[in-house]
C-alpha cells in the first residue's frame, strides 16, 4: 500500500475535508501515516484566516520540496483555503507542488491522483454552487477516531463580514441534503461515535436554499435526534441574528441535543460591528443572548471576538470587555485581528491599530475570558452532571477520565479505568480555570 501524510491546518470544516480526502484516497490504495518521511503523497490542507497559518503552510511544503529536489520519489498537494484563493500561482511560489486542490473541488480528489500519477500538474480551483452530495456517498469517510462525529450541514457564508475570508475561500451558503447528512450520522452512529456535531460557518441558515421552505435547522435536528441509540447532538456556529425562537425550543425539546450555543459577537461596540458588517448591534446580541439564556436551562453560551479591528478605539475596545461580563459569556475564542487579501477592511490601511496596542489588547481580552471561564464554573460546583467520557490518561501519576458535560464544560474525574466513549454520572467537586473536577457517583 502507498502512505499519505496530509498535515492540517485551521477549523473543523478543514478537518472534515480531510477525513474525506482519506477516504476517498484509501479507495485508490493509500493508508495515513503520521511520518511525513514515510509518505509517498504529502499534503497540506491550508487555512487562510491568519497570515501566520499561510506562511506556516509554505515553509512546511518548502521542506517537503527539498526532499523531491533530493531525489525523494514523492508527490505534493497544496489543498485548502489558501489553494482556493491562490489557484495556479502556488505552482510559481512552490514549483515542486504536483497538484492544487481547491475547497469547491475536494471531490476530484481521484481524478487529480490519476493525472499526477501519469505526470501532470493539477490544479483544480473551479468555484462551484453546489454542495457536491451526490459524490459524497460514493466514498467512506475515515473519521479521526473519537466520540465525536463533525458532519458538515452547510458550505460557504453569504454575510460578507468585512474582516473574513470565508466567502472568498469557501463560496455562497450552500446546504447539503439532508438524506445525505443523515446517512453519514447513522454511519458515523453504527461505527460507535457517541455524538454528532452538524457543522457549518453558519448553521442557523441551513436549508435557506432550499425549494422547501420548512426544512431547517430545527427540522434538521428533529430527524437527526429521531435516529436510534444514545447519542449527543450539537450545532455550530450560530449568527446571532438568525436564532429563531423554533430553534431554541428545539433545543429545549429534544432529548438528545445538548443545552450549547456558540454565537459569535465578535466586537461588544455597535458602531465597530457595523463597520463589520455584522447585522446587530450590543443591545440585538443582548436581547438574543437573554432569551436563549432564559429558555434554555444550564445552557452555555461561548463567543468568538477579534482585538484590534481597524479603527478600534480603546473606549470600543473596553465595550469588547464589558459585554464579556455582561452577557456572562462562558468562554470565548479570541484572535488578534489580521487583514486578509480581498476583505473590505484589508483595504483601510490607514486605520491599522499598531501590533503593540493589538497584543496588549489581546492579552487584556484572554484575561477577560479566563475570568470569565472561572466565574462560569463555579457555578457547577456541588451538582451532579452526565459526562460522555472523551480520553484516558495518566496525568502526573494519577489516572484520570476527561469528558464533557451536554453544556459543554470539561470535567476531569480520577479513574483507573478507560471508559472512553461511555456516559457517566459525575459529582462536580471543585474547578479549575477551564475545567471541573469531578468524581463518579
Ligand atoms: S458569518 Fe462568519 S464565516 Fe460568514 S463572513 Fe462572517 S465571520 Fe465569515
Not at 459577537?265 to 432564559?294: C, F, H, P
Request: charged share 30%.
Amino acid at each position: 500500500m502507498k502512505k499519505v501524510f496530509i498535515e492540517t491546518m485551521g477549523c473543523q470544516m478543514n478537518k472534515s475535508d480531510t477525513e474525506r480526502m482519506l477516504g476517498m484516497l484509501s479507495n485508490f490504495g493509500y493508508e495515513e501515516t503520521k511520518e511525513p518521511k514515510k509518505a509517498d503523497l504529502l499534503m497540506i490542507n491550508t487555512c487562510s484566516i491568519r497570515q501566520l497559518s499561510e506562511d506556516k503552510a509554505f515553509s512546511m511544503i518548502g521542506t517537503w520540496g527539498k526532499w523531491k529536489e533530493e531525489g525523494k520519489d514523492i508527490k505534493i498537494g497544496f489543498c485548502g483555503c489558501v489553494a482556493q484563493q491562490k489557484a495556479e500561482t502556488i505552482f510559481k511560489r512552490a514549483r515542486y507542488v504536483d497538484f492544487v486542490l481547491g475547497t469547491h473541488k475536494i471531490y476530484s480528489l481521484p481524478d487529480i491522483i490519476k493525472r499526477v500519477n501519469n505526470g501532470e500538474k493539477v490544479c483544480e480551483c473551479e468555484e462551484t454552487n453546489t454542495t457536491e452530495d451526490d459524490k459524497a456517498s460514493e466514498y467512506k469517510i475515515n473519521r479521526v477516531k473519537s466520540v465525536n462525529a463533525w458532519i458538515p450541514i452547510t458550505e460557504g457564508c453569504n454575510n460578507f463580514c468585512t474582516y473574513c475570508i470565508v466567502p472568498y475561500t469557501r463560496g455562497r451558503e450552500r446546504s447539503r441534503q439532508p438524506e445525505v447528512i443523515l446517512k453519514e450520522a447513522k454511519d458515523a452512529l453504527s461505527q460507535g461515535f457517541k455524538e454528532i456535531t452538524l457543522l457549518g460557518q453558519n448553521v442557523d441558515s441551513y436549508g435557506k436554499d432550499f425549494k422547501d421552505k420548512n426544512y431547517r435547522l430545527a427540522q434538521l435536528l428533529q430527524d437527526v435526534n429521531n435516529l436510534e441509540g444514545n447519542f449527543r447532538i450539537r450545532f455550530v456556529t450560530s449568527y446571532p441574528t438568525d436564532i429563531t425562537d423554533e430553534l431554541i425550543e428545539t433545543v429545549v425539546k429534544l432529548d438528545k441535543v445538548c443545552e450549547y450555543f456558540h454565537i459569535p459577537m465578535q466586537s461588544g461596540s455597535s458602531e465597530v460591528l457595523k463597520k463589520m458588517n455584522r447585522r446587530y448591534d450590543r443591545e440585538t446580541y443582548a436581547k438574543i443572548v437573554e432569551k436563549v439564556r432564559k429558555m434554555v436551562p444550564d445552557v452555555t453560551i461561548t463567543s468568538d471576538f477579534i482585538a484590534g479591528f481597524p479603527g478600534e478605539t480603546e473606549e470600543q475596545f473596553e465595550e469588547t470587555l464589558t459585554a464579556i461580563d455582561e452577557f456572562e459569556l462562558d468562554y470565548s475564542n479570541t484572535a488578534a485581528y489580521s487583514p486578509r487579501e480581498k476583505t473590505v477592511a484589508a483595504k483601510w490601511v490607514d486605520k491599522y491599530i499598531d501590533e503593540d496596542t493589538k497584543t496588549e489588547r489581546l492579552a487584556r481580552l484572554n484575561e477577560k475570558v479566563r475570568e470569565n471561564c472561572l466565574k462560569s464554573n463555579q457555578k457547577f460546583v456541588g451538582r451532579e452532571m452526565e459526562v460522555l467520557i472523551e480520553n484516558f490518561e495518566n496525568h502526573k501519576g494519577q489516572n484520570i477520565i476527561t469528558g464533557r458535560t451536554r453544556n459543554n464544560k470539561i470535567v476531569h474525574i480520577p479513574c483507573n479505568k478507560d471508559l472512553t466513549g461511555e456516559f457517566v454520572n459525575v459529582k462536580i467537586t471543585g474547578l479549575k480555570t477551564w475545567y471541573l473536577k469531578g468524581e463518579l457517583i
